[in-house]
């Protein structure tokens, strides 16, 4: 059920717990799990995400963290470091193109301007995406439908 709870990180109600998407993409087979949790007496929300990318024998791992919340002016942003040792900060953006309860984040990112979507999946769930700027819109790069995760 997408419904928010209160306060500034009340927006992210929906997210909180542990997700798993499967899917396939030109680098083969992708599953990658997102657990989101208040952190910090409960001032901010952790994400903690893992991508297995390819066959077993060849995959590839990306890990991501991210913590979600306040900065010094007050309003909702992010700061993500990345296994690859990059680092990315954002803020909290609106996406009714994509969905009238959408969570969205933009950042500049050194191609350009890009931005990552949470939105509620119609059966269960949520679906995420990533998506460049251009002068002609938003054009989408990445998309995963993600399900409760069965594992601790």
Known sequence: MWKKGRGKLGLFQPLLGRWVSSS????????????FERVLDDKFVELQAHWVIGDTETAKTYSERALFGP???????????TSEGKRSTGTLASAPDIHPAAICFEAEMPAGRARQVYWPHPIAGFNWAVESQTQKGWNRFVEHCYQ???EG
């Open 71 to 81: 900065g010094d002016d007050g309003h909702i942003g992010f700061w993500s470091f």
């Open 148 to 150: 409760a995760s069965q």
């Open 24 to 35: 396939a993409s030109v680098m083969g087979p992708t599953r990658c799990t997102r657990s």
